[in-house]
């Protein structure tokens, strides 16, 4: 025993008997302790740190019984299970593991599509803009719900495929039609490409986060899910209870919006020269 | 002329401050706790594999 402690000791202290070596034991420990953080963030995240103690216990056992030459089996077992327990992890929670790698490649992607050139002039998008402001404050006061996502970017088929295909020019009162509680279509999502209404009667992915308000309903998960999954997307909700306007961009929902700061907003994802300079200030 | 190249200046050196604060504070400060604890178990793993022998 007394020599397993004499070896342990003199293989720490071995890390440190040479100036390089201190540096790279320093890097070691910091790289480290980005991965842990990491990990127990994304477990915070998804409010199950419970995990966390297992993986801790399973990393621990694992490193001690593989450093074990008595025990093969047991050595490799454990180092398997705690693997295996990782992949569980990011198995488990796939929805945020694909979007953290989502963003790892497409950190900038949102920003491009905003700068995407459409088929039609500016005056038209304007024009586009002004009609979505006027249908949203419409619906607002008559408390009609409405779920509204402006896709600068493609549109991912199987959501299009949920709807109803439209292809049609904007216009303030066709989209107050698509939402008239007496239409078939009211009750999905209706998306937007600059002045083109794509589609309408859409169902999208519903946002699996469980600190949002409880006063936020399934029209406002869904925006929220959306986003999460598609940076590019921006989605407008009217609340059919309130009447509210709430604007979801990127996984985050921003509630009692008015037709200046929407229009604002729209014009920024538009990619309009105006909004592209009060966004760099 | 001069006195707007001054105000601009102040803007951006205000903003370049306020960044710097943000990314103090987001390192520093924000989550301490779970940074403390990771950091322990970055320091208990490592100690664990080069003591071993690994």
Same mark, same amino acid.
């Given at each position: 025993?007394?020599? *397993? *402690? ?5 293989n720490? #202290? ?23 953080? #990491? ?12 995990? *966390?103690? &297992? !993986? ?5 056992v694992a ?26 992890? *990011?198995? !488990? &929670? +796939? /929805? ?27 005056? /038209? ?17 008559? $408390? +009609? ?7 600068? /970017? ?5 959501i299009?495929?949920? =709807? ?21 279509? @009211?009750? =999905? #999502? ?22 949002? /308000?409880?006063?936020? =309903? ?14 590019? @997307? ?7 209870e ?13 509630? &009692? &919006? ?8 729209l014009?920024?994802?538009? =990619?309009l ?5 009060? $966004?760099?200030? | ?7 601009t200046?102040?803007?951006e050196?205000?903003?370049n ?11 520093? %400060? ?6 403390? %604890?990771s ?10 594999? %080069?003591?071993?022998?690994?």
């Open positions: 025993m007394a020599e *397993f *402690f004499k070896g342990f000791f003199s720490i #202290a071995g890390a440190f008997s040479q100036p390089h070596l201190i540096i790279l034991s320093i890097l070691d420990i910091v790289a480290t302790f980005i991965i842990v953080y #990491a990990l127990l963030m994304f477990l915070k995240r998804n409010n199950a740190t419970r995990l *966390f103690r &297992y !993986l801790a216990i399973a990393s621990v490193i001690i019984l593989s450093n074990r030459p008595q025990m093969p089996v047991m050595g490799k077992l454990a180092t398997y299970f705690f693997f295996v327990v990782l992949l569980g992890v *990011f198995i !488990l &929670y +796939t /929805d945020d593991t694909k979007r953290i790698l989502r963003r790892l490649y497409s950190s900038k992607e949102y920003q491009k599509a905003y700068n995407i050139q459409y088929d039609c002039s500016e005056e /038209d998008l304007r024009e586009a803009i002004s009609d979505i402001v006027k249908a949203v404050q419409s619906m607002s006061k008559k $408390n +009609t719900g409405a779920l509204i996502i402006i896709a600068p /970017d493609n549109i991912p088929e199987a299009i495929e949920s =709807g109803t295909t439209i292809d049609a020019n904007l216009s303030a009162s066709l989209i107050e039609c698509l939402f008239s509680t007496k239409a078939p279509l @009211h009750d =999905g #999502a209706v998306f937007i490409r600059g002045n083109k209404i794509m589609a309408a009667g859409c169902f999208l992915p519903l946002t699996q986060n469980t600190t949002l /308000d409880k006063e936020l =309903g399934t029209r406002h998960r869904a925006a929220i899910g959306e986003t999460e999954q598609y940076d590019s @997307h921006l989605a407008i909700i009217v609340s059919e309130t009447g509210v306007i709430s604007v979801a961009r990127r996984g985050e929902i921003v509630r &009692y &919006y008015d037709s200046v700061m929407l229009n604002e907003v014009e920024q994802v538009y =990619g020269k105006g909004a592209l300079k009060s $966004n760099r200030k | 002329m001069q006195s707007n190249k001054v105000s200046k102040n803007t050196n205000s903003n401050n306020s960044k710097f604060k943000k990314f103090l504070y987001n390192v520093f %400060v924000k989550n301490i706790g779970y940074k403390l %604890v950091l322990a178990i970055a320091i208990f793993i490592w100690i664990l594999i %080069v003591g071993l022998g690994f």
